[in-house]
C-alpha cells in the first residue's frame, strides 16, 4: 500500500492552489495543518479543504513530528529561513518560486541538505507539466528533435496598480526581483529543462509600466552551453497578454499555444522538415501517455521520489539554473556587458542580486 505523507502547508494565498493539487493527490497526501500570518485568509481555506488545524506560528510546524513535508508558499524574502528550519527539523520541503534570494543561498542549501540525512527540497516549477511541453520532451529523447539551433521566448504579461497594493510586491527587499524573477522565471525555466544550463547572457531591463523599484520590461540575448542561442523578452505592460514559446531544432519546430498561464499545455504544434519524419514525429506523439499537470503532478512526481528515494522531479540545481540566468541579466543590465555563466562564487552578484546589498556586499562593507 501507498503510503501516505503528511504535509503542513505555510501560506493562503497560491497555497490554495497547491490544496487543490494535494486534493487530486488525495491517496497520496493528507493536510493536518495550515498555517499563515492572516487569519482572515487561511481559517477559510481551512474549512475549504477539511483541513483541522490552523496556525499563526510556522514554528510549531518545525516543532511536530508527525509531518513528512513543509509545503512553503509564503513570499520569497522567507523563503530560505523557512526551508533551512524545516529541512533541519527533519522535515522534507516544498518551497514556491523563485526559491531564493541568491546563488549564495542555494549553494547554502545544497551544504544543508548534504547533511540533513537524506532531506529533499523541491522547488516548484508546477509549468513544466504542461503535456504540449512534456511531448516535446519525449520527441528530444527519443532522438527525433535533432540539432538544437534558436528558441525565442516572450512572456507577456499585464499587471496594474492592483496588483502592486500588496505591500510586499514591487520592492526589491521583499519581492526580491521583478518580472524576470517573478514572472518569466516559469517560461524561462522551460529553456534550461529542455535545453540545460546557459552560457552567457546579455540583457537589458526596465521598469515601464509600474511605479515599482524592479524591472518589469526585459530583453535577452542567451547562449546556452549545449551551442544554441534563445531570445527571451519580458513585459508586465502587455495589454493582451501571451507567452509564446518556439523551438528551433534542425529536424523539428516546436511552438506552444499563446494562453498566457498555461502555455505549456496542448496543442502545441510540432513540424518535421519532410514528410518521412513527420510520420515518425506523430507515431511518437500518439505513444504518449496524458497524465495530471500542474502542481497535481509535481506533487505527484515528488511523492514518488521520496518513497523510492530518488532525486525530486525538480532539483535544488534546477532552481540553481534558473537564479543564475537572473542573475546574470541583472548583473548585464548593469555593466552593460555579456555575463559568462555559471555564477561562482567570484561573481559580485553571487552574495545577492539586490542593487544597493549587492554594492555593499561586493565591497565586503
Ligand atoms: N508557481 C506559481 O505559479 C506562483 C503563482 C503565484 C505566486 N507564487 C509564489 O508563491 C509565493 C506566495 O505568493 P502569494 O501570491 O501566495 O503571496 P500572498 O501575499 O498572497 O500570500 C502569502 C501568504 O504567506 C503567509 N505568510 C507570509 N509569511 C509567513 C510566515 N513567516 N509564516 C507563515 N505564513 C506566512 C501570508 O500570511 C499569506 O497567507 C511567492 O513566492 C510567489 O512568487 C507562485
Same mark, same amino acid.
Given at each position: ?19 487543490? %493539487?494535494? %486534493? ?10 495550515? /498555517?499563515?500570518?492572516?487569519?482572515? @485568509?487561511?481559517?477559510?481555506? /481551512? #474549512? ?32 530560505? #529561513? ?12 516544498? /518551497?514556491?518560486?523563485? &526559491? ?75 519581492? &526580491? ?68 514559446? @518556439?523551438? /528551433? ?35 511518437? &506523439?500518439?505513444?504518449? #501517455?496524458?497524465? #495530471? ?64 546589498? %549587492? ?7
Amino acid at each position: 500500500m501507498t503510503r501516505k505523507l503528511r504535509v503542513g502547508v505555510i501560506g493562503a494565498g497560491i497555497a490554495e492552489r497547491h490544496l487543490t %493539487g494535494f %486534493g487530486w493527490n488525495s491517496d497520496l497526501f493528507e493536510v493536518p495543518v495550515l /498555517c499563515s500570518l492572516d487569519a482572515d @485568509r487561511g481559517k477559510p481555506l /481551512c #474549512e475549504e479543504h477539511n483541513i483541522p488545524e490552523y496556525t499563526q506560528d510556522a514554528d510549531s510546524l518545525f516543532a511536530r513530528d508527525d509531518l513528512d513535508i513543509i509545503d512553503i508558499a509564503a513570499p520569497p524574502d522567507s523563503h530560505f #529561513e523557512l526551508c533551512r528550519k524545516a529541512i533541519e527539523s527533519g522535515k522534507h520541503v516544498i /518551497c514556491e518560486k523563485p &526559491l531564493f534570494g541568491s546563488i549564495a543561498e542555494v549553494d547554502e542549501m545544497a551544504r544543508i541538505l548534504a547533511r540533513s540525512n537524506g532531506r529533499k527540497l523541491m522547488p516548484i516549477f508546477q509549468y513544466r507539466y504542461g503535456s504540449g511541453l512534456q511531448k516535446l520532451k519525449l520527441l528530444i529523447e527519443r532522438g527525433l528533435a535533432g540539432k538544437p539551433f534558436l528558441t525565442t521566448i516572450e512572456t507577456h504579461w499585464w499587471r496594474g496598480p492592483d496588483y502592486y497594493a500588496v505591500p510586499w510586491r514591487g520592492k526589491w527587499a521583499t519581492e &526580491l526581483g521583478g518580472g524576470l524573477l517573478g514572472h518569466a522565471i516559469h517560461a524561462h525555466d522551460m529553456l534550461n529543462y529542455v535545453h540545460g544550463p546557459c552560457a552567457e547572457v546579455f540583457s537589458y531591463g526596465a521598469t515601464l509600466v509600474n511605479p515599482i523599484e524592479v524591472e518589469d520590461t526585459a530583453a535577452l540575448s542567451v547562449k546556452m552551453k549545449n551551442g544554441s542561442l534563445a531570445t527571451l523578452s519580458m513585459t508586465l505592460g502587455s495589454r493582451k497578454e501571451i507567452s509564446r514559446l @518556439r523551438f /528551433c531544432f534542425s529536424d523539428l519546430v516546436a511552438e506552444s499555444i499563446l494562453e498566457p498561464y498555461t502555455m505549456g499545455r496542448d496543442p502545441w504544434t510540432f513540424i518535421a522538415g519532410t514528410e518521412e519524419h513527420q510520420a515518425r514525429i506523430d507515431a511518437a &506523439l500518439a505513444d504518449y #501517455e496524458e497524465t #495530471e499537470d500542474g502542481y497535481t503532478r509535481q506533487f505527484e512526481l515528488f511523492h514518488k521520489a521520496i518513497i523510492d528515494d530518488r532525486d525530486p522531479p525538480v532539483t535544488l540545481q534546477d532552481a540553481r539554473n534558473s537564479l543564475e540566468l537572473v542573475t546574470a541579466a541583472y548583473s548585464s543590465q548593469r555593466t552593460g556587458q555579456p555575463t559568462p555563466m555559471p555564477i561562482t562564487a567570484e561573481h559580485p552578484l553571487y552574495r545577492s542580486w539586490l542593487p544597493e546589498e %549587492g554594492r555593499r556586499l561586493a565591497a565586503g562593507v
